[in-house]
């Protein structure tokens, strides 16, 4: 298809800086394409989700992989920013760099932290190893495996998606309020949004009503906020993200399905990996690995009965996968609707709950 039909007219005040407070308080929209739209908020989920659901939610956890560097080359010296998205070995990311054309393979990197409280008791250094088109490079960091990871930690800044990191700058707030409740397994470096929404007390309440709540992994990468410079979407190429579905889950969702529970993907990442996970067959089946999947309309869905997520962005893979998944036109009009409304776009914004189109 013609990526041009997936664009629609944003106003910038509609772009969530901060999110709102309780979690749980945001609005959400229901698409249905049986019944419609309506106007509802995250805690209407106790009215809509039934006895014997299955809600399944990505456990990431979200690394402060937003990194800023001295570049040297001889005498010459410039500060270039990178954002790590993809572990390649123990002491080798993948990262996005800006600017990227300052690179040359075997620059050497001296990375700083601009955040207050940040340990430069030790140095964290590094090299360009590679580069690739679209500001890619891979960094080779003189260090490596847990060592490694804690100096992430330390020189790292919480990875804002470019849309807010633009108009505002990293708070202290962020490293909270970028996590969802329930993060455990570290390795992304950008929230599963959709999540955001959920405090304890609603998950308390969801699991009194016998709604089984599943976890999968997918470390979500900064690719997910990359624009499609493509014309036609058979010309993308997605980046690939590591992900995780384990046999006991499969059999959970199995169990759940054969009730007549209905499976409900929180956020377009767990979609993709349960996807991920029936791709083979068109039944569910345990995964581990990396997907790139890139689901557009036309694609046929084989896992997720609902879907939660939030407002994405004109152009963007994730806004191709919601009209797929609930249909071109549905989501189109849904859009308009939430602009109209002055619903919260993107990941500090509000909740969207998608019913398949069949």
Request: glycine fraction near 6%; include cysteine; proline fraction near 4%.
């Amino acid at each position: 298809m013609q990526v041009d039909k997936f664009d629609f007219n944003l106003p910038n005040k509609c772009i969530a800086l901060h999110p709102v407070r309780p979690r749980d308080s945001a609005r959400m929209l229901i698409v249905d394409p049986k019944t419609g739209l309506s106007d509802k908020i995250v805690t209407d989920l106790l009215d809509i989700l039934r006895s014997n659901d299955v809600l399944v939610i990505n456990d990431t956890k979200v690394i402060p992989a937003e990194l800023k560097a001295k570049r040297y080359r001889g005498e010459n010296q410039s500060n270039i920013s990178f954002n790590l998205h993809k572990r390649v070995d123990a002491a080798t990311w993948a990262a996005f760099a800006r600017p990227a054309k300052r690179l040359k393979i075997g620059d050497k990197l001296e990375f700083f932290s601009e955040m207050a409280g940040a340990s430069e008791a030790d140095k964290l250094r590094g090299k360009i190893d590679k580069i690739e088109d679209g500001g890619q490079v891979f960094i080779k960091f003189d260090v490596a495996g847990a060592i490694l990871d804690e100096a992430i930690k330390s020189f790292g800044a919480m990875p804002l998606p470019p849309y807010i990191g633009a108009k505002r700058k990293i708070e202290k707030s962020d490293l909270e309020d970028y996590q969802t409740i329930y993060a455990k397994e570290e390795g992304a470096v950008a929230a599963p949004t959709a999540g955001l929404h959920f405090t304890d007390e609603l998950m308390e309440k969801i699991t009194a009503k016998n709604i089984a709540i599943e976890h999968v992994t997918l470390h979500v990468g900064a690719g997910t906020f990359l624009p499609v410079k493509v014309d036609n979407t058979d010309e993308h190429k997605m980046h690939s993200e590591w992900g995780v579905v384990s046999k006991e889950t499969v059999e959970k969702i199995k169990q759940a399905k054969e009730k007549g529970g209905r499976v409900v993907a929180v956020g377009t990442t767990s979609l993709r990996l349960l996807e991920s996970a029936a791709r083979k067959t068109g039944k569910l089946e345990p995964f581990c690995g990396d997907t790139d999947i890139f689901i557009t309309p036309g694609y046929k869905f084989n896992s997720v009965d609902i879907l939660m997520t939030n407002f994405h962005l004109p152009r963007s893979t994730l806004f191709m996968l919601v009209s797929a998944f609930s249909g071109f036109e549905n989501m189109h009009n849904a859009y308009a609707h939430a602009i109209e409304n002055e619903y919260r776009f993107y990941s500090y914004g509000d909740a969207s709950l998608l019913f398949r189109k069949d």
